[in-house]
């Protein structure tokens, strides 16, 4: 079992940046990758960000190039670096791990963000 806790969300306005935190219970040599979602209102969840603790990374277009996900492994914690926020970024923002042999998927609670003026 491996606890996600998520914080670093609130709101800021257009143009401006928030950086996400997410630590693991866990070391994260012992994940798989680490993936950022998040749900707006009256909208399905949707994958942000990858990053593979081996090695690599892969973002949504529409965040591409303004988003950064990285990982501290001393303190078992993956950021998403947002800049350039815009109002559509609004959303509830999960962490999630997921582990290999065996397959598991572990999810964080949630932070929300939200781009207003």
């Known amino acids: 079992q491996v606890q996600l806790v998520e914080s670093g969300g609130g709101l800021v306005q257009p143009g401006g940046s928030l950086r996400l935190s997410c630590v693991a219970s866990t070391s994260i040599f012992n994940i798989h990758s680490m993936r950022w979602y998040r749900q707006a209102p009256g909208k399905q969840r949707e994958l942000v960000a990858t990053?593979?603790?081996?090695?690599?990374?892969i973002y949504r277009d529409s965040v591409e190039g303004r988003f950064t996900v990285s990982t501290d492994s001393a303190k078992n914690t993956v950021y998403l670096e947002m800049n350039s926020l815009q109002r559509e970024d609004t959303a509830v923002y999960y962490c999630?791990?997921?582990?290999?042999?065996?397959?598991?998927?572990?999810w964080g609670q949630g932070t929300q963000v939200t781009v207003s003026s």
């Open positions: 990053i593979f603790i081996g090695g690599g990374t």
């Open positions: 999630s791990a997921h582990m290999t042999n065996p397959t598991a998927d572990y």
